[in-house]
């Protein structure tokens, strides 16, 4: 089963992510902080995470992404930048973080699953939690 | 014969030095070499450039001085452009003349002005000036450079777009929510539970969208009208928190708020419609931040004394409260203190309450605290009169 991190400070919006991917056989996880979602990606190792942009607190999407994608422990996870800014200048900074993909607000869940299914089938398979727990 | 002459001449010269001492625009006027041999007392108060700085120099020397106090992103391109953008101008205008008989009197008539062109400055202070050129042919004036402070309209325009690009992004947030949720709906098999919720979800959001609307509109018209057309009218603060509070419906059955302190009169000039909107903003949200529950109370206060005096509608609740930071950010256009997302809210309600107020010559206080609560004051001058100054109002 393949792990999904929504990071999104909107309750309603994290239910729409999870309920338009709830077709395939993923296990869900949430955090609606940037700061949350670091952590949680820390721990969970997901193969995909979806973030919000503008998020309240310290760290924007942008930043999680970069860190996301620098983290040498992580396995490199596919990463899909949900945001309201639509202007190009927006979308060039969501690439120069190192996003897979940007999709902006208002999205189509249709899309969304599709774009999700496409960057799954290359992610690598979720490893076991807490390998080192002892 | 010669005296008079000159008596008049000199009357000439001092009635143009008022004019262009009293101009808020910059003026500098070139002889045939392109030599500066007038300065107006406003382009030394606008550029930083004294008259015997500039007086007699060529326009190059002035170029080069005005470009050194730009900000270097926005070099201006200088006196030969303006000249170029005037020819071609004119030529244009000369053709287009000829053929459009029906527009040629306006086209005649913008042949002449000055194309204008925006600098940045940044000595002696921060400024965008707006540059023109025109053209001479006598002897004495080749050219006249004119300069005008356009920083206030720029900073106005910048804020415009800001906001229009805030707001726009406000509205994207229910969007989502709305065009998701229904497309959800349309394409997938949903469970009878999860359609209850998706229309709840749908319905509330499109709620919050309307309110949204709603507040831009109220803010824009307050704005517009800047208080023109409020209805004044001398009431009783008292007697109006109270109607306003008794029509007041608390969220989820928690208990009415309190009025505390009622005792004397307190007579305002306010327009009723406008106040009651204010006051009902800040109890919905005495509610709103105070989640967990606790009592709304609203007690009437005074402050100051003879003609300075001042009462005020407070409003308390022990709600989570803001922290410095928050408070600081508070009235700020589309500005929620809540970081969870939780409570709903448009971010406009607190701006259009401050707005109100400070129409009706009054003022908005609030003090917070992370955690404790957060208490809000309307404060309003007391309507002048004999009355007024006997007033006793027991403190809460």
């Given amino acids: 089963m393949k792990r999904i991190l929504i990071v999104e400070d909107q309750s309603d919006l994290r239910r729409l992510v999870r309920w338009s991917l709830d077709e395939g056989d993923y296990e869900f996880h949430e955090a ?54 639509a202007q190009r200048s927006d979308r060039e900074a969501g690439t120069a973080a190192g996003a897979d993909a940007y999709l902006t607000k208002p999205f189509s869940p249709i899309e969304l699953t599709e774009l ?3 960057l799954l089938q290359s992610a690598p398979k979720a490893p076991a939690l807490r390998e080192r727990d002892d | 014969m010669i005296s008079g002459l ?22 500098v006027s070139f002889d045939a070499d392109r030599c500066a041999n007038y300065v107006s007392p406003a382009f030394e108060r606008l550029t930083g450039l004294a008259p015997a700085q500039v007086l007699g120099l060529h326009e190059h020397d002035i170029e080069a001085r005005l470009r050194s106090r730009t900000t270097t992103g926005q070099a201006w391109r200088g006196f030969e452009a303006l000249r170029r953008d005037l020819a071609a101008q004119d030529a244009t205008a000369g053709a287009d003349g000829e053929t459009d008989a029906a527009g040629g009197a306006e086209k005649k008539a913008a042949k002449g002005a000055p194309r204008r062109e925006r600098i940045e400055l940044v000595r002696p202070t921060q400024r965008v000036l707006e540059l023109g050129l025109r053209t001479g042919s006598t002897r004495a004036i080749s050219q006249v450079l004119s300069l005008r402070d356009v920083t206030h309209e720029t900073e106005v325009d910048r804020m415009k777009s800001e906001f229009l690009s805030t707001a726009a992004h406000e509205l ?36 919050l969208m309307i309110s949204i609307v709603n507040e831009l509109l109220d803010l824009a018209r307050i704005e517009a009208r800047r208080g023109k057309d409020f209805e004044l009218q001398r009431l009783d603060l008292g007697e109006l928190a109270a109607e306003v509070m008794h029509d007041f419906k608390p969220p989820q ?24 909107q204010a006051f009902g903003n800040v109890l919905s949200n005495a509610y709103k931040y105070s989640p967990e529950g606790g009592d709304v109370s609203v007690h009437l206060v005074q402050a100051g004394c003879g003609h300075e005096r001042q009462v005020g509608l407070q409003v308390r609740d022990a709600g989570i409260g803001m ?19 939780t ?17 009706l010559g009054g003022r908005l206080a609030v003090a917070s605290r992370a955690g404790q609560g957060t208490q809000v004051t309307l404060w309003l001058p007391l309507a002048e009169n004999a009355e007024a100054a006997a007033v006793e109002l027991e403190m809460a």
């Fill in chain 2, 172 to 207: 994207r947030t229910p969007m989502t929510s709305i065009f998701g949720f229904s497309e959800l709906m349309m394409r997938r098999k949903l469970k009878p539970e999860q359609q209850e919720e998706v229309l709840a979800t749908i319905h509330r959001q499109t709620a």
């Fill in chain 2, 253 to 276: 059955e928690r208990a009415p708020p309190l009025l505390l302190a009622a005792a004397g009169v307190a007579p305002v000039r306010v327009d009723r419609n406008k106040l009651a």
């Fill in chain 1, 32 to 85: 609606n902080n940037g700061a949350a979602g670091l952590a949680a990606a820390q721990r969970l190792r997901p193969a995909l995470v979806l973030l919000d942009v503008m998020m309240p607190g310290e760290m924007d999407g942008l930043e999680v992404c970069r860190r996301l994608k620098a983290d040498p422990n992580l396995g490199q996870p596919a990463v899909i930048l949900l945001s309201a800014r």
């Fill in chain 2, 6 to 27: 000159v008596a008049r001449l000199r009357e000439r010269g001092e009635q143009l030095d008022a004019i262009f001492a009293l101009s808020p625009d910059g003026f």
């Fill in chain 2, 343 to 359: 409570i709903p809210g448009t971010g406009l309600g607190v701006s259009i309450v401050k707005e109100i107020i400070e129409l």
């Fill in chain 2, 323 to 341: 922290t410095p930071e928050q408070l600081a950010r508070l009235g700020e256009r589309f500005y929620r203190a809540d970081a969870s997302g």
């Fill in chain 1, 116 to 118: 999700a299914k496409r």
